[in-house]
């Protein structure tokens, strides 16, 4: 999700000289006196670190133990489970969005009820209803052959589950997840990004009312802490972050045979199709993009416009902006770039597209000076060489090229030219349009004149394909991804399979063959 600033970003073979360095920092400062203070700043970070480790440790143990103990929750103890969390999240839901809005240093709390409330307690409401259902064996059927007998299909709960959350939508990412987890009678660690730490703290106190650690427990921690918790031995890991960094992940889940879901991202692409209404495309779009100013992982990161249309969608643009925010500096509803890092990130990409020539049209409708702050206008950028970080990375913020294009078919083959996303938008109220668009191209979801909202669709599922992830955590597939499905054959006292056992050659083990193998 986090194209840049991942959750994690190296792990144990490229960082331990890395804590090495710190901790022979630690030893030489000590002895001049002028790095008193820093011996101590650094000898503190690395007890911290040790100390969170050490019991991040404790507690996967401590979960693998009860897991042991009861490991099969029943029904009633798992609704009970998602009873409780909903209830903490509406009771906290202001300090919830206050703390994230202090992270930020401006985050709507509007867009976080919308986005991280509202979806975690609708996700809890939908999977309430359906949970009995879902945890019920399927009967299968049983051949001829193997009568009598049953088959069945029972959904086990796989035991400990790892939740590996990013910085952009830290409440819905660490909860949904969670769950999910807890409607499949897992246990679960959340590990919270190292950038939101008035939210982590937030969360922590929430859950902790209501869970022992031995059920759901956070861990934070920065970068040694997040290589060490992708290697632990879960039963199931669930991370969501940058493409290059879910390649780490994944290495470091296979030394266990660790299964991974991998909710990633990618450059989604958004296509307004030939004569569409550029009025509602651009609307849908400007929200889209505008949410989180952009640092979301399936916010639209291209536009694929007709060629000759390029200037409506931008005139359009920036009057639909102006309407949704008249003012950036000092507007609440706007959101700030996370931190510095990211801040600069964007601008430098844009600096570098400009240079080697691309034109940048930025939307301010107050003409306003941002100094001081990390509020970031949206930046419209056309003709922009193929090389440049804007046309190659994830944006992950107020950034968004315009590409022309003179056929449908041309614009399908720049989607399928790149890695396949994980949403795809279009805007055509051709029904041929859309059928076409799908069937030709690959996403990990699709929404069709709209953005965003196919993410908030409880019963269907959500995630990437190829370099923007693998797997799905959300509605019934979650629960079937944290289950272990156990085909279950069961037989009573008459055994027909004695009729092949050997010596082989009898008449009866003939006649089988004949009525089987044909």
């Known amino acids: 999700m986090d194209a840049v600033t991942p959750q994690v970003s190296c792990f144990s073979t490229l960082q331990r000289p890395h804590i ?3 901790r022979r920092l630690a030893t030489i400062t000590a002895d001049r006196c002028e790095g008193a203070l820093l011996m101590v700043a650094t000898v503190t970070d690395l007890r911290s670190h040790d100390t969170e480790l050490a019991r991040m440790q404790d507690v996967f143990r401590h979960q693998r133990q009860a897991y042991r103990q009861h490991p099969m929750p029943t029904a009633a103890e798992r609704l009970a489970d998602l009873q409780k969390l909903k209830a903490a999240v509406l009771k906290h839901q202001d300090a919830l969005a206050q703390a994230v809005n202090q992270d930020f240093s401006c985050r709507s709390v509007d867009e976080t009820r919308i986005a991280e409330i509202m979806t975690t307690v609708e996700g809890i409401n939908y999977t309430s209803k359906r949970l009995r259902r879902w945890m019920k064996p399927s009967r299968r059927h049983v051949s001829m052959l193997f009568m009598p007998s049953s088959n069945q299909v029972m959904y086990q709960p796989l035991g400990v589950v790892g939740i590996m959350v990013p910085w952009n939508y830290p409440i819905q990412l660490a909860l949904l997840p969670l769950m999910t987890a807890l409607a499949a009678g897992n246990r679960a660690m959340i590990k919270m990004s190292e950038f939101t730490p008035a939210t982590n703290q937030a969360l922590k106190r929430v859950l902790a009312e209501i869970f022992d650690d031995s059920q759901v427990a956070i861990i934070e921690g920065e970068v040694e802490v997040s290589s060490a918790f992708a290697e632990l031995p879960w039963d199931h890991l669930i991370f969501t972050g940058s493409t290059a960094v879910g390649r780490i992940v994944m290495g470091a889940a296979a030394k266990n045979l660790t299964p991974v879901t991998l909710e990633l991202g990618g450059k989604s692409p958004a296509i307004i199709g030939p004569g569409a209404n550029m009025q509602d495309a651009v609307e849908r779009i400007c929200f889209g993009k ?24 931008i005139d359009t643009y920036q009057s639909t902006f102006a309407r949704m925010y008249p003012s950036i500096r000092d507007n609440q509803d ?64 107020p950034v968004l090229p315009v590409v022309g294009y003179q056929q449908l078919s041309h614009a399908i083959d720049y989607v399928n030219d790149r890695d396949r996303p994980l949403a795809l938008y279009l805007f055509s109220y051709d029904r041929q349009i859309q059928q076409t668009v799908l069937e030709q191209t690959h996403a990990g979801g699709v929404t069709i004149n709209d953005t965003l909202m196919h993410i908030a669709q409880d019963d269907m599922p959500f995630g990437g394909v190829g370099p923007s992830g693998m797997g799905h955590y959300h509605g019934k597939e979650g629960f079937l991804s944290l289950s272990k499905a156990k085909a279950v054959h069961k037989k009573g006292k008459f055994n027909s399979g004695q009729f092949i056992y050997p010596p082989y050659g009898g008449a009866l083990q003939q006649l089988i063959q004949k009525l089987f193998i044909r």
């Open 334 to 397: 706007y959101t700030a770039i996370i931190n510095e890092r990211q801040f600069e990130r964007l601008h430098s990409w844009v600096r570098e597209a400009s240079e080697q020539g691309a034109s940048v049209t930025v939307v301010n409708p107050a003409n306003e000076d941002f100094s001081g702050t990390r509020k970031m206008p949206l930046h419209i950028i056309e003709h922009a060489a193929a090389d440049t970080k804007v046309m190659q990375e994830e944006l992950f913020g």
């Open 290 to 313: 505008s949410l989180n100013a952009g640092q979301t992982c399936i916010a639209p990161d291209y536009v694929l416009v007709e060629e000759g249309r390029q200037q409506e969608f």
């Open 20 to 22: 090495q360095r710190q």
